[in-house]
């Protein structure tokens, strides 16, 4: 994926992994599980990030096979990363891996930039 969204949208800063509930709440290094908790925050990460227009990629693995995104706790967790991230001004879109593989998730993330 991370590919076809360089090819498609060649001027977006993609970033990997981007640990966003850190970032916001006064950066990675020394003191970031005291920040953390103290925001009342996990680590959480986005697996792709625009970090300059604030839209992030999720890409859900294991939907039909139980993964860890359509259990209980897996599920109830990604609300609350997600509704985090909505609150310091993210927006945030959610693919499974059917989505990424048949390209509609770039499809839909290209007509986000492209309108």
């Known amino acids: 994926m991370e590919t076809r969204l360089r090819q498609l949208l060649p001027g977006v800063e993609w970033e990997r992994e981007y640990?966003?509930?850190a970032i916001e709440?006064?950066?990675i290094g020394k003191g970031v599980r005291a920040r953390l908790k103290r925001a009342g925050l996990?680590?959480?990460r986005f697996d792709f990030a625009?970090?300059?227009r604030k839209i992030a990629i999720e890409c859900d693995g294991g939907t039909w096979a139980r993964g860890r995104h359509t259990r209980g706790a897996g599920f109830?967790?990604?609300a609350r990363k997600r509704n985090a991230a909505t609150s310091m001004g993210w927006r945030?879109?959610?693919f499974t891996s059917d989505m990424i593989y048949s390209d509609e998730a770039i499809r839909f993330i290209e007509g986000v930039?492209?309108?």
């Open 19 to 21: 640990r966003f509930a």
């Open 25 to 27: 709440s006064g950066g």
């Open 42 to 44: 996990k680590d959480w």
């Open 50 to 52: 625009d970090v300059e």
């Open 76 to 78: 109830a967790g990604d």
């Open 92 to 94: 945030v879109y959610n």
């Open 113 to 115: 930039y492209n309108g």
